[in-house]
């Protein structure tokens, strides 16, 4: 069982506008940055509270560091956790290995966010996703051939997180949301919006956009070469995210 410090943050206030803002990491419960590419624990938390009530079931499939399993637990929200990689279910496992006031139902398994067949139709009141973002960080270095982390192209990457979006709307109550986290990337100096391109094939699903909001990225490895870097090949270092939050109506 692990020792920790706190189990929540000193001052919490839920975000109200379309901008948000995380200098810090997480520094309560379990939570760490050693993971890269896991997403603040306050925009987790600002989506639970905003969008589920205590003793839904929500559901995260790309658990990754296991962010989300750790403010389930904290907030009282039942969660299927998932993930392609198996270090990463092992470390979500590990995340979990606290004491709190509440003991929800959270299961962690491995699978695939392209197939929820473990799930019925319109089983879940809440779900939560932050996949890579094309092959930006790799995952699993090619190990696992079907890890999003392993597609360079964006085409193909947005074809595969439509098949990803298809299973969301499936699985999804009505009248429910859906959020998600995704940022841009450039090729060739140009700049790529992979999250729009993202959000259409979402839209294409069914889902509904709710908001659009927009994450100030901290602690991005904008080194002094890179600044250099950025000078000299005039083009602007990404610094924010897109945080999509889709509806699925009830026709």
């Known amino acids: 069982m692990a020792k920790i410090k706190k189990l929540h943050p000193d ?17 309560w419960a379990t939570h760490n940055s050693k993971y890269r590419g896991n997403w603040a624990p306050e ?15 929500l559901l995260d499939p790309m658990i990754g560091g296991g962010t989300t399993a750790i403010e389930c ?13 198996p270090n990463a279910i092992e470390l979500t496992k590990n995340a979990l290995d606290f004491e709190c006031d509440y003991n929800p139902r959270i299961r962690v398994e491995l699978n695939d ?7 019925k139709d319109e089983s879940i009141d809440f779900i939560l996703n932050h996949p890579p973002y094309v092959d930006i960080i790799k995952y699993s270095e090619k190990k696992i051939e079907q890890d999003l982390s392993n597609i360079h192209d964006l085409e193909k990457f947005c074809d595969e997180i439509e098949k990803v979006a298809k299973e969301f709307y499936r699985v999804l109550k009505k009248d429910k949301y859906c959020a998600i986290l995704i940022g841009d990337t450039r090729r060739k100096k140009m700049y790529q919006p992979l999250a729009f391109m993202v959000m259409q094939r979402f839209l294409k699903v069914g889902f509904e956009l709710k908001e659009d909001i927009i994450k100030h990225q901290h602690n991005c490895r904008a080194t ?12 602007l270092l990404i610094m924010h995210e897109h945080l999509f939050v889709f509806k699925k109506l009830d026709d």
């Open 73 to 85: 637990k904290l907030l009282n929200r039942n969660l299927l956790a998932l993930d392609i990689n």
């Open 11 to 27: 001052e919490f206030e839920q975000e109200c506008t379309t901008v948000w803002s995380f200098k810090r990491r997480g520094n």
């Open 43 to 57: 925009v987790v938390r600002n989506l639970i509270v905003r969008y589920s009530d205590e003793n839904d079931f």
């Open 224 to 235: 002094g070469f890179w600044v250099n870097k950025s000078k000299e090949a005039n083009f």
């Open 113 to 119: 966010a392209r197939d929820l067949s473990i799930l």
